[in-house]
């Protein structure tokens, strides 16, 4: 009796063991499952990016020589044409990067490392990152992008419109729901907004 007894106890024992190695190759397996599909993502994604990038600067390169045998006020219509375009672009862009953005602030190493190449290869596009508070990371293109593009070949008004963007666009106004610049610069951007809108009325509908 004693033996079977023993024999039933090893066999449980056995198969308990058997049990918790089959679900602990079980969870190793769906880790590494996990983890392949994770940097397949990433890898898709990276490369989704680089042609959206591409697109970017190919489309930056169109846009510059198309200006120069048009208008001032089709100039005009062109910059809003492609500032709408670019902002469609740029979201895309964004969302094809989130897994890289969403850890812009994580100290994990690899997650540094992965935000540091991405600042890389958007430099490399005049893109940069735009930190907008609670967290929130977007991607923009530099201060004075469509200022540089469009000053000699869009009307004065436009001109100094984007002029003031530009300048504006060296520092972000607020973050955290808090402003991050001192009142008197703030009193300074609404004065010259104010000078801006009262010497062309079109923009009072901005």
Same mark, same amino acid.
């Given at each position: 009796?004693?033996? @079977? ?27 590494? %499952?996990?983890?392949?599909? =994770?940097?397949? +993502? ?5 490369? #989704?990016? !680089? &042609?959206? =990038?591409?697109?970017? %600067?190919?489309? $930056?390169?169109?846009? @510059?020589? $198309?200006?120069? +045998?048009?208008? &001032?006020?089709? +100039?005009?219509? /062109? ?9 469609? /672009? ?9 897994? @890289? =953005? ?7 190493? &690899?997650?540094? $490392?992965? @935000? ?23 991607? !923009?293109?530099?201060? #004075? ?9 869009? %009307? +004065? ?14 520092? /972000? ?10 009142? $008197?610069? =703030? ?17 009072? %509908?901005?």
């Amino acid at each position: 009796m004693k033996k @079977v007894f023993t024999f039933i106890t090893i066999s449980i024992l056995i198969s308990a063991c058997k049990k918790t190695e089959n679900n602990a190759t079980s969870t190793i397996s769906k880790i590494k %499952t996990d983890s392949v599909a =994770l940097n397949h +993502s990433a890898s898709v994604a990276a490369s #989704d990016s !680089e &042609a959206l =990038l591409d697109l970017f %600067t190919k489309r $930056k390169k169109e846009i @510059v020589l $198309k200006l120069k +045998s048009i208008s &001032a006020e089709e +100039s005009n219509a /062109l910059y809003e044409k492609y500032f709408e375009e670019n902002s469609t /672009l740029l979201q895309e862009i964004a969302g094809k990067e989130s897994p @890289v =953005l969403d850890r812009f602030y994580n100290e994990d190493e &690899a997650d540094k $490392k992965a @935000v540091k190449l991405l600042g890389e290869k958007l430099s490399k596009h005049q893109l940069q990152f735009w930190e907008i508070g609670e967290g929130y990371v977007e991607i !923009e293109p530099l201060h #004075d992008f469509y200022y540089t593009i469009f000053k000699d070949y869009i %009307t +004065s008004d436009y001109k100094d419109y984007l002029y003031l963007k530009s300048e504006e666009n060296k520092t /972000l106004y607020s973050a955290d729901a808090g402003l991050v610049i001192s009142f $008197k610069d =703030l009193g300074d951007r609404v004065i010259s907004w104010g000078k801006l809108y009262d010497q062309i009325p079109k923009f009072k %509908t901005d």
